[in-house]
């Protein structure tokens, strides 16, 4: 056990009320991502809650939807930044909870964004809290925090805030959901919506059956094909999920439309299916329609790489240390903004926030202890953040 680790775990434990009241505080202050005002209620709050702590805090304007909160501790501090990051939005628009949804029930937590990713948040500030408490001086600590994460940041130039914010780093640890298999992602897929449009020409199907172009027809032509992109043994997945044709059944339809989900394990697969895609709606198949391709969102992949993978030896062994049993690495299909910090550079592991299940659904549940715990081993990968620069000299 190191030194400090007793003080840490006191310094928790006679905090874990007002950790929970903060938690409480997250949770009940709900916000959909595209609900601008709402998340960004959440962004300055914490940015209040940040500067009290004596972080240097920037709003950064996304140019679209809601601003991005970025909090430096020691910034004067020599050596590379070390990266925690999340986001503070969620899936659920106004009206889905009653107000103040968060509870507390045999040691689980409940609520819209309980581990997606409240729990996330409140461990950033208690870390800092518990660095501050131990005197860490080292270097620069970083935390990056956006609104808009769970619609990809469409609309907005939050991805590239991200990379710029995270060139530079030390390493980056990305606190989104943590898994109950106890497991660290050191990878992630990427991916793209896509909506399409195909355009034709309504008419009566008794008086002018001929004079029609079936929307709906030319989409079934092209569906086969966008499907017959999927490589899943490497990873590319194109899945035609929502469709939407037709006012009445005795109308030929002069409108289609499309949502497609696009993923991918490797960065420079994302270009190419893009592309395939496009070739697949310039193609016409009933003469007198059109199609249009319009990509709504996209996120890099966050590639598995031996940088990744030498962090998460590094949070390994500073786990072992501390008596918390070592975690897998995991590849994941979801997407999370892990990508871009790995992107620009830094060593990145993600799903390190609160662990629990049902995220994006109203079950969502977070073990409370896992609060405590990850705020005690982030503290102390920190602290220890020497020994990880040794090995990487090494390697």
Sequence with gaps: MKSYMPAVEQFIAERREEMIELWKTLVNMQGYSKETERVNRVIHFLRDRFEAEGLRCRLIDTKGNSDVLVAEDGPERPGAPIIMSGHVDTVFPEGSFPENPFYIEDGTAYGPG???MKGGVVIMLYVIKALHHLGFEKRPIKIILCGDEEIGHAGAVTGQILLDEAKGALYALNLEIGRPDNTLSVGRKGG???????????SHVGNDFLK????????????????????????????????HGGVVSNAIPDRCTAELDIRFNRISDQEPVRKKILDICSETYIEGTRTEAEF??????????????SLLRFVNRVAED?????????????????????????PTVCSFGVKGTGAHT??????VASLFERTALITAVIMETDEFTKEEKHE
Excluded: W
């Design 322 to 346: 501390i008596g918390i049993t070592p975690m897998e690495g995991a590849f994941l299909g979801g997407n999370s903004d892990a990508a871009y910090l790995a992107l620009a550079g830094a």
């Design 192 to 202: 793209m919506d896509c909506h399409i449009t195909v355009h034709g020409v309504a």
């Design 296 to 309: 709504i969102s996209s996120i890099p992949a966050f590639e598995d790489t031996p940088a990744n993978r």
């Design 114 to 116: 309980v581990i997606d």
């Design 362 to 367: 109203k079950s969502e549940c977070a073990e």
């Design 212 to 243: 029609g172009r079936n929307a709906i027809a030319e989409m079934a032509l092209k569906i086969p094909k966008l499907q017959a992109l999927t490589e899943y043994d490497r990873g590319v997945v194109v899945s035609v999920n929502v469709i």
